[in-house]
């Protein structure tokens, strides 16, 4: 039953994380007025970047090819240990904690770097540096984020973290929570790529995470995409399921409640994309030197949730 | 009460970290006449908890001199004085003035804890937080040169002092905590009139200057 359900899970997030990137390009479209790209255009893109073939830089090593393949798999590795569909762990759920997860997600973005680098493209090295520099920083918030929830559920365990969320209305309520959601937010906006960090045109100035898989085409080029898009379904899901809106996550292996939670999920999700189109329609882009003073932000929050632990006596 | 105190406290210390965080003296200001709304509201929630009427009018005072008159009179000026409308030249970067007021914070509350905090119980930590936002301001005025932003540093700490105020020393009389509120009003009205006479004195020297300049080209 268990495997049965990570293979659903796994099913789930890898066929609909290109709809909510879709969907995401079609909202921000219509917001402006226009008619906007089809909902599943992201669909049509990889069919057809599947059937074309690969160019591969002359001077590239083996990594080079080896590592879209590489990331993609760490990225369904990961959405068979996460809380998406259940609030109680699958199969591959013990491997790993919080910190694991958080370390097999900087295992893939520091493989996806190394491969910029490797391509000897001056862009993707342009891309790499960056997304090295803001990650160097996003991350250990990060971490400081899943210490700040050890304090609540005593764990680093996800599912322990939901079940305490969804049971203990003082926990949800309290300070500490509010501010690691905000800090959590944050970070998920450094991570995707939205605004204010990264606007999503052509222009090298603002390209972070778009200029690293400059030098991929066809296949390759379609596991990196849709890597993406999966990594951004995880952490959308985690942001749902752990942190803001922990309720509904089924507790108990019972088929009823599981496939309505599908249904939920995906209202979630749909209503978080367009949360983010808003924002990407209303906000401007940083500069990159200011991203940092985001970040410096995004630290003061996730450490404002142990003050806030610190002065009320986790009282409130 | 002391949820509501707390919340208050730590919604003041977010705001303060985002004065560190602008450059646009209207932002600042408008950041700031949002912390005191605020408090105003806390006032307005304590009044209606305790059916006092003296934090009622000290939520309409806070609200509308510091919510609203003076954050008003800031504005006003800064389309005169268009040049300050930002900040240049801060002492700082923006993500280190953050890290460094976010630093002040946990400094502060450990300094109220090894201090007052030892004589006060339990529920006299929540006094911290107006601690905090008194280093706050305080660091909001030596990490900027801009006279407007200094100026709402210094309206910052006396934030805090209205809010340690409130929740300290309770049976404070009403007079001295409008006082408080209201004190700053002369604060800002006096800070108006020595920049206005420092602006008419700065452009009779530059008339002055132009002058100089004028004859020496008609000379030569």
Do not use: C
């Amino acid at each position: 039953m268990l495997l049965l359900l990570s293979l659903v899970q796994l099913a789930f997030a890898a066929l609909l994380a290109p709809f909510f990137a879709g969907l995401l390009s079609t909202v921000e479209e219509k917001l402006e007025s226009k008619s906007g790209p089809n909902v599943l255009q992201r669909y049509f893109d990889l069919i057809k970047l599947f059937r074309k073939e690969s160019v591969v830089p002359s001077v590239a090593s083996p990594f080079f090819r080896l590592a879209p393949y590489a990331t993609f798999t760490l990225y369904l590795f990961l959405t068979l240990v996460l809380p998406i569909i259940t609030a109680f762990p699958l199969t591959f759920g013990p491997v790993v904690d919080f910190v694991g997860g958080g370390l097999i997600f900087g295992a893939a973005a520091t493989v996806k770097k190394i491969a910029a680098v490797d391509s000897r493209s001056n862009y993707a090295h342009l891309g790499a540096s960056r997304a090295a520099s803001i990650s160097s920083l996003s991350e250990p918030i990060m971490v400081l984020i899943f210490i700040m929830l050890g304090v609540l559920s005593g764990t680093n365990n996800p599912y322990i973290i939901n079940n305490t969320l969804q049971t203990s209305s003082a926990w949800y309520s309290s300070l500490l929570h509010w501010f690691v959601v905000g800090a959590f937010f944050m970070v998920l906006l450094v991570e995707t790529g939205q605004l204010p960090i990264e606007s999503q045109t052509q222009s090298e100035f603002g390209m972070i995470d778009q200029s690293m898989p400059i030098e991929y085409s066809g296949p390759e080029l379609a596991f990196f995409h849709w890597g993406g898009y999966v990594k951004q379904f995880l952490l959308m899901s985690v942001f749902l399921n752990v942190f803001s809106l922990p309720f509904w996550v089924p507790m108990k292996p019972e088929p009823g409640p599981l496939l309505g939670y599908l249904a939920i999920h995906f209202v979630k999700m749909t209503v978080l994309t367009v949360v983010f189109a808003l924002l990407n329609e209303t906000v401007s882009k940083y500069r990159l030197y200011k991203i940092f003073d985001f970040i410096a932000m995004t630290f003061a929050f996730a450490l404002l949730a142990g003050l806030a632990y610190y002065v009320t006596g986790g009282d409130l | 009460m002391s949820a509501t105190y707390s919340i208050t406290g730590f919604i003041i210390i977010v705001l303060g970290l985002f004065l560190q965080w602008q450059v646009y003296v209207s932002r600042i200001v408008f950041t700031f006449a949002a912390s005191s709304i605020v408090i105003a509201v806390w006032f307005a929630y304590q009044g209606i908890v305790t059916d006092s009427y003296s934090p009622i009018v000290l939520a309409v005072l806070t609200a509308g001199v510091r919510g609203t008159l003076i954050p008003i009179l800031i504005v006003r000026n800064l389309h005169v004085t268009p040049w300050r409308a930002r900040e240049n030249n801060p002492v700082m970067g923006t993500a280190s003035s953050i890290v460094l007021s976010l630093v002040l914070v946990i400094f502060s509350l450990w300094l109220f804890r090894w201090s007052i905090g030892r004589y006060v119980g339990a529920t006299g930590v929540y006094a911290a937080l107006p601690f905090a936002m008194l280093f706050q301001g305080a660091f909001l005025i030596i990490s900027r040169r801009n006279a407007f932003i200094q100026m709402v540093g210094y309206l910052e700490l006396e934030n805090g002092v209205l809010l340690l105020g409130a929740w300290g020393f309770p049976q404070l009389p009403l007079l001295i905590e409008a006082a408080i509120v209201l004190d700053l009003l002369g604060v800002v009205v006096v800070a108006r009139i020595i920049m206005r006479m420092r602006e008419e004195s700065l452009s009779i020297d530059d008339r002055a200057v132009a002058e100089a300049a004028l004859s020496e080209d008609m000379r030569g």
